[in-house]
Nanobody, 119 residues
Framework: VQLVESGGGLVQGGGSLRLSCAAS????????MGWYRQAPGKQRELVAT???????NYANSVKGRFTISRDNAKNTVYLQMNSLKPEDTAVYYC??????????????WGQGTQVTVSS
């Protein structure tokens, strides 16, 4: 099983980016999916999560600016980031609680994608 992120990059403050994360491999089912981020010298923190039924949860710092969504048919989760601020600069990681055939639910992580917001 692999999670592959894309869509990071450099953007000016106030701009937008859309991150994608596709899960591939031998997958039986996917429960929650989410995005986390880690800035230099800081701990990894939750950005947003979404259940298989579409229930979302956001960190207070991104509410109203970021939107998480998913396409269950494509095993893909998205993060639309608007009104970006320099403090949003971080490596963004996606994760998924999923079950491969004949196994229990495990949490998988992507390799991370860099988002840099200039002031």
């Amino acid at each position: 099983v692999q999670l592959v992120e894309s869509g990071g990059g450099l953007v000016q403050g106030g701009g937008s980016l859309r991150l994608s994360c596709a899960a591939s491999g031998s997958i039986f089912s996917i429960n929650a999916m989410g995005w986390y981020r880690q800035a230099p010298g800081k701990q990894r923190e939750l950005v947003a999560t979404i259940t298989s039924g579409g229930i979302t949860n956001y960190a207070n710092s991104v509410k109203g600016r970021f939107t998480i969504s998913r396409d269950n048919a494509k095993n893909t989760v998205y993060l639309q980031m608007n009104s970006l601020k320099p403090e949003d600069t971080a490596v963004y990681y996606c994760n998924a609680d999923l079950r491969a055939p004949s196994t229990v639910v495990l949490t998988y992580w992507g390799q991370g994608t860099q988002v840099t917001v200039s002031s």
